[in-house]
């Protein structure tokens, strides 16, 4: 059985950092983007980053960018998630997720991806 599993959620203050990390279990996606999403409360989810399977190509929200930066460890199956200089515009509940296209490149839209986790809370408080 294929899961995606979340860590590193939690509460920040504004301006703050924090890192959220993904770990696929069940099987290997090393030749698959890898992307995390987020969803606030009565707002569609919506797309944040995502990464190749290099690692060679990053791709950002305008939201985000300058702020965040994903990563992937090959050796390790993971994908993470810093998160710098944080707003309160970021609370949400943050997925990863895994394209459902071997080698595709750049995909935003969250019915492109077939594999999510279940979900990490991110709470900026001011």
């Known amino acids: 059985q294929v899961q995606l599993v979340e860590s590193g959620g939690g509460l920040v203050q504004t301006g703050g950092s924090l890192r959220l990390s993904c770990a696929p279990s069940g099987r290997t996606f090393s030749t698959y983007t890898m992307g995390w999403f987020r969803q606030a409360p009565g707002k569609e989810r919506e797309f944040v980053a995502s990464?190749?399977?290099?690692?060679?190509?990053?791709y950002y929200a305008d939201s985000v960018k300058g702020r965040f930066t994903i990563s992937r460890d090959s050796a390790k199956n993971t994908v993470s998630l810093q998160m710098n200089s944080v707003k309160a515009e970021d609370t949400a509940v943050y997925y990863c997720?895994?394209?459902?296209?071997?080698?595709?490149?750049?995909?935003?839209?969250?019915?492109?991806?077939?594999?999510w986790g279940q979900g990490t809370q991110v709470t900026v408080s001011s």
């Open positions: 997720a895994v394209d459902s296209v071997r080698q595709r490149l750049g995909e935003r839209r969250p019915s492109a991806y077939g594999y």
């Open positions: 990464i190749s399977w290099t690692g060679g190509f990053t």
